[in-house]
């Protein structure tokens, strides 16, 4: 008895280390088995007191008075799953006649609490099939990516979510983003994740950085261009519109809509091209927009209606080029002057670190979800990188990037230097450092360059 007394101590010791320690050891370890026994025993009575539960139908009623039975009781969701994750439970649920996945949407908080969980967040997969997803810990306070990720082209994993599952930065889904955060907020570890995840990816990262450069410039051998001022930025953005309108008379070109071509081959766009014709994709990177739209002097401001009318044009027509933008700033409000409102209408995505005063948060989140509005706002000081995304559906998460040093970033993007490719239009603004190539390549991959 007593070296079983010892060796219980000893394993309650080890839990309580772990889980304070390390939240993600104790849980594949302990916690995943005492919250599904703690899920499943609790279900019917927690259901029941969140109002979850649907009133016996009349025939069962019926049938318990003819067999001179006792009534039936209310019944909860039937479950359909239950799967313990890497950071939580997922719960598939089956509603009952007359219940709403609202329902359960709205009681989230109420089931945290009576089943002892971190978090609860719900989604409808199908009509009458709500999927209740359970953090056993804060994810988000120790960020660790997954070894493995799902990647495709255009698509990168660049943050983790609160209930555990991976942000990616879908650019074929949502073409053009926007993040807002202030000073010291983690808007550049973002970027960092950002760039690092595309830089393995065939296409090309143009950089606009109005802070002489500091932020992006150390990641230049992963660059087609970059730009360190707004008179270099103008003329840069300049280049790229021309750019677009040459790949929008290449897929003209490559339409060929004739009666025995099948559909789905109609080019509408690059990606309807074929592999050995497809413009290289680009992705533009303004690292603080605020700085090409202030202006002190008639000519800054015809430099900034420039780059406005530019960056507009780009946001409109860009993504059938695959010409895509990632605006970062610390504010985005229409007090940037003209035009400004209308690029972020364009903007469908929108992630917001912490901000300093609610206006900063509408700008982001205002005209789709006064949710996602009061989450930005909530963000503590001292968790830096903590962010809310969102997109024009009004759907939005809590999410944060896994810290990224410059000088990791920095060793990623000169492991792919050679993936770099040379746009001949961007060819004036390719940055010059020792190694990096300045010839430039034709339009298309494989096309041969024209006289």
């Not at 979510?161 to 202030?182: C, K």
């Amino acid at each position: 008895m007593t070296g079983f007394t010892v060796a219980l101590v000893l394993v309650a010791a080890a839990a309580g280390l772990l889980r304070w320690r390390r939240p993600a050891w104790y849980w594949l370890t302990f916690g995943v088995t005492l919250a599904s026994i703690r899920v499943l025993v609790r279900y019917a009575t927690v259901m029941d007191a969140c109002g979850l539960t649907v009133a016996p139908s009349r025939w069962r009623l019926a049938l318990a008075r003819a067999t001179n039975r006792p009534a039936p009781e209310s019944r909860p969701p039937r479950i359909l799953l239950l799967r313990p994750t890497r950071t939580g439970l997922l719960l598939r649920l089956k509603l009952r006649p007359g219940q709403d996945a609202f329902d359960v949407a709205a009681a989230s908080d109420r089931l945290r609490h009576s089943f002892s969980m971190y978090g609860v967040t719900s989604r409808e997969v199908r009509s009458g099939v709500v999927e209740v997803r359970m953090t056993g810990y804060d994810v988000l306070k120790r960020v660790q990516m997954p070894a493995t990720t799902v990647t495709r082209p255009m698509r990168v994993p660049v943050a983790l979510r609160e209930d555990g599952s991976i942000h990616y930065r879908d650019y074929r889904a949502i073409p053009h983003a926007l993040t807002l955060g202030a000073t010291e907020s983690g808007k550049s570890v973002y970027q960092r994740n950002l760039v690092a995840g595309l830089a393995a990816q065939d296409v090309a990262l143009v950089g606009i950085d109005c802070k002489q450069g500091v932020e992006l410039f150390p990641l230049a051998r992963r660059f087609s261009a970059l730009a360190d001022n707004p008179d270099t930025a103008a003329d840069l953005l300049d280049a790229l519109v021309a750019r677009m309108g040459e790949v929008y008379q290449l897929i003209r070109a490559e339409q060929r809509i004739t009666a025995d071509i099948p559909d789905a081959e109609i080019a509408a766009d690059i990606w309807d091209l074929p592999d050995d014709i497809r413009p290289t994709p680009v992705v533009v990177l303004v690292d603080e927009v605020a700085e090409l739209a202030l202006f002190a002097s008639k000519e800054e401001e015809k430099r900034r209606e420039r780059i406005v009318t530019a960056l507009v044009r780009l946001a409109q027509l860009g993504r059938a080029a695959g010409i895509y933008l990632e605006i970062c700033g610390q504010r985005f409000g229409s007090e940037l002057g003209k035009g400004i409102t209308m690029l972020r209408a364009q903007l469908t995505g929108r992630t917001a670190h912490r901000v300093n005063d609610e206006t900063s948060a509408n700008m982001a989140f205002g005209d789709i979800s006064p949710d996602a509005v009061l989450a930005a706002i909530q963000i503590p000081a001292d968790m830096r990188g903590v962010a809310v995304a969102g997109d024009s559906t009004g759907g939005w998460h809590r999410i944060r990037a896994p810290h990224t040093s410059l000088r990791q970033a920095v060793n990623v993007c000169n492991g792919y230097a050679d993936r770099t490719p040379d746009l001949p239009e961007l060819a004036p603004f390719r940055p010059s450092l020792p190694g990096i190539s300045s010839a430039p390549v034709p339009l298309s991959k494989a096309a041969p360059a024209t006289a």
